[in-house]
T-cell receptor
Framework: ETGVTQSPTHLIKTRGQQVTLRCSSQ?????VSWYQQALGQGPQFIFQ???????GRGNFPPRFSGLQFPNYSSELNVNALELDDSALYLC?????????????FGPGTRLLVL | GNSVTQMEGPVTLSEEAFLTINCTYT??????LFWYVQYPGEGLQLLLK?????DKGSNKGFEATYRKETTSFHLEKGSVQVSDSAVYFC????????????FGQGTELSVKP
């Protein structure tokens, strides 16, 4: 069974640019959640996708957007990058969006904004 | 709103010492509780979970009991190893919030030989 994978592993962008991060969910999982983890902090929930629809959003501005595809893989897009967007971006998949379901995390994409 | 508070680190222990990392939470309803571990340069791995009051989660010698009366989910291990050195995150998820995970700030554990 393949786990959650993310690409790219590292990325360097400049302020104002746009970035797309990708996530492949674990086999059989229909729910994908994205988190931002700043250095030395716990992950913060960005949003969740369930069967291609957004299913909850955290306190992030609209320039953070996402997609989920029919195969349940997902993208996170960030427009107009700011220096504070530098962080580890984590994707997690689960069997469904219920609170009891375990979320399985990928290795993350480390984004540096200069 | 829902929140998780962990004891601050870093925690430094000698090998074979007893470990406790405190975690308390604030939540409406009946959240599920989790401990995740993050090794340097990696993503998060589920360590254990509990989905209702008085449940005990356990894995790899780590244990935590869901205490509703004290709103706590403290992580314990009887004898730590150098390989346990990592950052530990306590988290909760509520079904009425779409299952999103709310994390504590993390506790760094360093185990010396």
């Amino acid at each position: 069974e393949t786990g959650v994978t993310q690409s790219p592993t590292h990325l360097i962008k400049t302020r104002g640019q746009q970035v797309t991060l990708r996530c492949s969910s674990q086999s059989g999982h229909n729910t994908v959640s994205w988190y931002q983890q700043a250095l030395g902090q716990g992950p913060q929930f960005i949003f969740q996708y369930y069967r291609e629809e957004e299913n909850g959003r955290g306190n992030f501005p609209p320039r953070f957007s996402g997609l989920q595809f029919p195969n349940y893989s997902s993208e996170l897009n960030v427009n107009a990058l700011e220096l504070d967007d530098s962080a580890l971006y984590l994707c997690a998949s689960s069997l469904d969006p219920g609170g009891q379901e375990t979320q399985y995390f990928g290795p993350g994409t480390r984004l540096l904004v200069l | 709103g829902n929140s998780v508070t962990q004891m601050e680190g870093p925690v430094t222990l000698s090998e074979e010492a007893f470990l406790t990392i405190n975690c308390t939470y604030t939540a409406t309803g009946y959240p599920s509780l989790f401990w995740y571990v993050q090794y340097p340069g990696e993503g998060l791995q589920l360590l254990l979970k509990a989905t209702k009051a008085d449940d005990k989660g356990s894995n790899k010698g780590f244990e935590a009991t869901y205490r509703k009366e004290t709103t706590s989910f403290h992580l314990e291990k009887g004898s730590v190893q150098v390989s346990d050195s990592a950052v530990y995150f306590c988290a909760l998820a509520s079904y009425n919030q779409g299952g999103k995970l709310i994390f504590g700030q993390g506790t760094e554990l360093s185990v010396k030989p």
